[in-house]
């Protein structure tokens, strides 16, 4: 399984977060893959923006709630995942449990952006939530962290590479990741082998 940073530790020393570097930035796929991270003109990514085929819409915006602009703060719900929270502030993130993995990539917009709009290969800073999709747990967080991360689509998991291209800056977006499109068998901190992740992924900027 060949990495797609020649170096993972300049991964690490560039964020100074290690489980930051193992969960997104080493990019490493399945031993299916042999180590090639999936094509970002897949036909995932190139469905409509945020919105993967067979996605579900986004339910209805729970009542007399308002993000930081005074417009109703969105609640989607997809594959037994709900995502909930103000604009501009870290989501909660909730998994039914019992609920099948989906087997191909899900990218939902929460809420579009109005900014640039990130294209295959392109950099961005994000912030992100990712938890499991078996149960919930919180394996990653940048909120939690205090600080987003900057980085390129070339140098994190093919589910990034596909289900961000085409989202616009200020926006937010719901991927459900599956292991082939992750790290497959491999294990991580906080990540066990086969997993379904799922990310919660604010685009703060577009920045090549």
Same mark, same amino acid.
């Given at each position: ?38 094509? #970002? ?8 923006? =945020? ?22 703060? #969105? ?8 995502v909930s929270g103000n604009r ?11 609920? #099948?993995?989906p087997a191909e990539l899900v ?38 962290? =205090? ?6 689509? !070339? ?7 596909e289900g961000l291209v085409g989202? !616009? ?14 790290? =497959? ?24």
């Amino acid at each position: 399984m060949a990495h797609v940073l020649t170096s993972p530790r300049a991964a690490v020393a560039a964020v100074a977060t290690p489980l930051l570097a193992l969960a997104l930035l080493t990019g490493c796929g399945s031993d299916s893959q042999s180590g090639n991270a999936a094509s #970002p003109t897949s036909a995932t990514s190139e469905t409509a923006p =945020g919105n993967a085929s067979g996605s579900p819409a986004a339910s209805p915006t729970s009542p007399g709630t308002t993000d930081e602009s005074g417009a109703a703060a #969105p609640t989607v719900t997809s594959n037994g995942v709900t995502v909930s929270g103000n604009r501009g502030e870290q989501p909660k993130v909730t998994v039914t449990p019992g609920e #099948p993995a989906p087997a191909e990539l899900v990218a939902l917009d929460i809420y579009p952006g109005s900014g640039a709009e990130l294209e295959a290969g392109g950099s961005g800073v994000f912030e992100y939530e990712g938890v499991l999709f078996s149960d919930g747990t919180t394996f990653d967080s940048s909120w939690d962290r =205090g600080s987003p991360i900057a980085a390129t689509l !070339q140098r994190v998991i093919p589910g990034w590479q596909e289900g961000l291209v085409g989202m !616009q800056a200020g926006g937010r977006r719901l991927l459900i990741v599956p292991p082939d499109l992750a790290y =497959g068998v491999r294990a991580l901190p906080g990540i066990p082998p086969n997993s379904t992740l799922v990310f919660v992924v604010d685009l703060k900027e577009v920045t090549g």
